[in-house]
């Protein structure tokens, strides 16, 4: 149970004075659904408001401070012009003017009484000889102090920052006492103030550095919350470890088999965690293990020497894809290289329907069907298996964590290797997956050439399309082009070539030899598309960023990437490994617009300089931030309230050996340290973790 003091800080919005219902809908909104979500909203800017001393040397439109004594009410003749206020002050001879455009006023004939003076903060405009504050932020009577400094809220539609504030500072007022669960040594050394002071400095900024990552509250607060993350993810990791897991040894007969068949040798790293997975599948406690690997180092091999050790073993495995045309791909690709080996494999999308259905699930159920292949219907309510030991998830960051924590119940004790060609930097890695073991593949074949990668201005599109026609008419050997565009059609907000567009101009020059694949597109219909693609009908495909993951064209070797600058480093990279697939040297095309952002030219040149999808992608965090790396429609993926991981990773390692070195001493956490852990966890919403330590 959540410690009684704590509960305060997870009542509802509404029980803070002032706050109905319909306000507290967006707090919910922009913060969380608790008061504790909204404690968790720090500034990101500063209103100075100081007290004006000297009217003339005040500049248009900055923020003040000013006693006024009101001296005469302008109601408007029509109803939409402004009321007005006129005010004196000693500051100056002339009338100072407090404008209203939206207003009571009756309300403001009441709050605002003729002859009486008033404390009076906003942005002042200098109009003329005029001066006027348009719509005033504070209005006080003359013995309440306004505060000078006024920290900046992000906001939303129905909320103020002024309402915001109020709240907060309320809050705070009334913060439970909570036992301080890091060593006192380590503050010392630090020179970090306790959790509740490091809150209410970051709530009352007095200075821009106030609000920096390195400032030594938002420090506190970052690494607090990044050891609940770490001390979360290990508990989690500990009580899978102690589950029975489904136990598959082999004697690797099947593995050897394929190895003897395949035109290539497996890399180092290929042997090495196939070694890995296989020792996890063969032990005792339950695998749930990440397998990172480039563009192009082999994920669907080691996968598949995995699903043969579970099959060797009697056991049926699963081989889940995000979409419909990596689940066909990849039950093609596997089906050829098994085709000397007695396996009785399946594939299952949303489109198998009936009959056909019905009888792929009968043989599925009765143990006929060893491995199935398909996409997120391979774990529908009816889809049952007969001895289910291995599940596969591959590109599983389209998934999410709440999916893949489902796929684990499907059936006790089956084991999950989960894979992704998006290298990801080691901080992402340890927030999001420090509840996995991981493997990675460091190592690209031997036979892959290096993709030729230029940089080109968008201006040369018509003479590229022209050279590309001219290429493919002549080349002695299969050439095909992938061109992507980054929208499906036009939009007024946004000065991106549309897609549509795009295979209009193109059509002109390829006739009936190009393509055009989207997102928008029905499934049947992109797939019918790729096929063509695939089978050599098109010579060049437009598409967006649907071929992005996976799509495995041999004969593609050209890749033209318009308006390249706006997308992400790891996106660039993806794309650029959809071709270099065969053995005809490939070349990537990024095109550029007209202005070019310093971190768009650092993006581009890097992209020039690189293949490695590791180094690749801690440049993207440190150039774009983990924000926008693991975007809000990703679930699942953290989104820190306090810790920046590309300027706090120093945080999160020291966090993640204190949480290591916690649990080794205290795995149940009831020491007096261990008791203030929980607060903390609780703090940051971990209760789920926290309950493992009584499971």
Known sequence: ???????????????????????????????????????????????????????????????????????????????????????????CACDIELVFFNYHADYLKKQLTIGQTYTVSGKIERIGCTIKILHPDYITPSSTAIPE???????????????????????????????????????????WPSFHEALKKVHTPHEENDLLPQ???????AYDELLANQLALLLVRSKQKKQQGTIIPTSRTLQSLLKKQLPFELTNAQNRVITEIGSDLADTGKMIRLLQGDVGSGKTIVALMSLLQAIESSFQGVLMAPTD????????????????????????????????????LSALQSGEIQLLIGTHAVFSEDVC????????????????VHQRLALTQKEKGVNVLVMTATPIPRTLALTNYGDMDISILDEKPANRKKIETCVMPMTKT?????????????????????????????????????????????KKIFKNRIGLVHGKMKGSDKDAIMEKFVSGEFDILVATT??????????????????????????????????????TQS????????????????????????????????????????????????????????????????????????????????KNLTSSRGEALKHLLYLFKKDKQVKTLNA
């Open 325 to 360: 045309i990596l689940a066909h791909q990849h039950f093609e690709s596997i089906k050829k290289m098994l085709q000397n080996i007695p396996i009785r494999m399946a594939l299952l999308t949303g489109r198998e329907k009936g009959k056909k259905r019905q009888e792929l």
């Open 462 to 506: 018509t003479e590229i399309a022209e050279k590309l026609f001219y290429k493919i008419q002549n080349s002695t050997e299969r050439l095909q082009v992938y061109w992507v565009c980054p929208l499906v059609e036009e939009s007024e907000k946004s000065d991106l070539i549309a897609a549509e567009k795009r295979f209009e101009e193109l």
């Open 215 to 221: 400032n030594t509250n938002r420090l506190r607060l």
């Open 385 to 400: 298996y007969y001895k289910l030991g291995l599940v596969i998830i591959d590109e599983q960051h389209k998934f999410g």
């Open 149 to 191: 400094f006024e920290p900046v809220y992000p906001l939303t539609a129905g909320l103020t920052n002024k309402g915001i504030t109020k709240s907060i500072q309320t809050i705070l007022a009334h913060l439970p006492s909570i036992p301080e669960w890091l060593d006192n040594s380590f503050l010392q050394q630090k020179k």
């Open 546 to 583: 649907v071929i992005e993951v996976g799509v495995d064209v041999k004969s593609a070797s050209i890749m033209v990437i318009e308006q390249a600058e706006r997308f992400g480093l790891a996106g660039l990279h993806q794309l650029r490994g959809r071709v270099g697939r065969g053995n």
């Open 1 to 91: 149970m959540r410690p009684e003091s704590l509960n305060i800080l997870f009542k509802d919005y509404t029980s803070l004075a002032g706050i109905g219902d319909r306000t507290a809908g967006f707090l919910k909104k922009l913060c969380g659904p608790c008061l504790i979500d909204l404690l968790f909203h720090i500034p990101i800017g500063i209103n100075h408001r100081p007290q004006i001393t000297n009217l003339s040397q005040v500049k248009r439109g900055e923020y003040g401070t000013i006693q006024l004594t009101i001296s005469e009410h302008i109601t408007p003749l029509r109803k939409k012009m402004p009321y007005r206020i006129l005010a004196t002050g000693n500051l």
């Open 587 to 666: 070349t990537c095309l990024l095109l550029y617009g007209k202005k070019l952002s310093q971190t768009a030219q650092a993006r581009l040149k890097i992209m020039r300089e690189t293949d490695n999808g590791f180094l690749i992608a801690e440049e993207d965090l440190r150039l774009r931030g983990a924000g926008e790396i693991l975007g809000s429609k990703q679930s699942g993926l953290l989104n820190f309230k306090f810790a920046d991981l590309s300027m706090h990773s120093d945080l999160l390692y020291t966090a993640t050996q204190d949480a290591k070195l916690i649990l080794n001493t205290d």
